[in-house]
T-cell receptor, first 115, second 112 residues
Framework: NAGVTQTPKFQVLKTGQSMTLQCAQD?????MYWYRQDPGMGLRLIYY???????DKGEVPNGYNVSRLNKREFSLRLESAAPSQTSVYFC??????????????FGPGTRLTVL | DQQVKQNSPSLSVQEGRISILNCDYT??????FLWYKKYPAEGPTFLIS?????DKNEDGRFTVFLNKSAKHLSLHIVPSQPGDSAVYFC???????????FGPGTRLSVLP
């Protein structure tokens, strides 16, 4: 099992460009999450998908869109990148979802720089 | 205003000694807490959890203590090993909530 995979690992964008961060899990997990981590701050939830076909906003959703393509894949799109979106992005999944007692498994992260 | 605080950005400990990482929270409604460990260029990995009905939970070398009245939890690692060198995140939630609030992390260095 690869667990949770994310592509790309690194990306540099110019302000106004768009891009999609990809995430896939091969553990048959129900719920998937996107976080961002900024220096001096903890992980902050951007969006999550409790189950295939559903998505919900987290703490910091502005400037992002998501798609739960199928049970395995959950993508994060930046339509018009801004320097404030420079961050490390983590995708995570949980077996059942719907409860915080469900262990989250994280991908290795995507380091995004917006110039 | 951060709801979960880890006031020590870094901590250095000698191998074999105890490492104590601290976390404070402001929301008295939080009733479920986690610690994650993160190595460079990797995602966080779950370490240990505790619910508010307990004041202590142990898993091998790792023990988490919860003081609800002080809104404080701590992670003890005994004995500390060089492989424990990582960033440790504390996180808090409502048990029936959907999401966690994470602290900013503490970088632990265990010196041989």
């Amino acid at each position: 099992n690869a667990g949770v995979t994310q592509t790309p690992k690194f990306q540099v964008l110019k302000t106004g460009q768009s891009m999609t961060l990809q995430c896939a899990q091969d553990m048959n997990h129900n719920s998937m999450y996107w976080y961002r981590q900024d220096p001096g701050m903890g992980l902050r939830l951007i969006y999550y998908s409790a189950s295939e076909g559903t998505t919900d906003k987290g703490e910091v959703p502005n400037g992002y869109n998501v798609s739960r393509l199928n049970k395995r894949e959950f993508s994060l799109r930046l339509e018009s990148a801004a320097p404030s979106q420079t961050s490390v992005y983590f995708c995570a999944s949980t077996p059942r979802g719907g409860t915080v007692t469900d262990t989250q498994y994280f991908g290795p992260g995507t380091r995004l720089t917006v110039l | 205003d951060q709801q979960v605080k880890q006031n020590s950005p870094s901590l250095s400990v000698q191998e074999g000694r105890i490492s104590i990482l601290n976390c404070d929270y402001t929301n008295s409604m939080f009733d479920y807490f986690l610690w994650y460990k993160k190595y460079p260029a990797e995602g966080p990995t779950f370490l240990i959890s505790i619910s508010s009905i307990k004041d202590k939970n142990e898993d091998g070398r790792f023990t988490v203590f919860l003081n609800k009245s002080a809104k404080h939890l701590s992670l003890h690692i005994v004995p500390s090993q060089p492989g424990d060198s990582a960033v440790y995140f504390c996180a808090a939630s409502l048990v029936y909530g959907q999401n966690f609030v994470f602290g900013p992390g503490t970088r632990l260095s265990v010196l041989p």
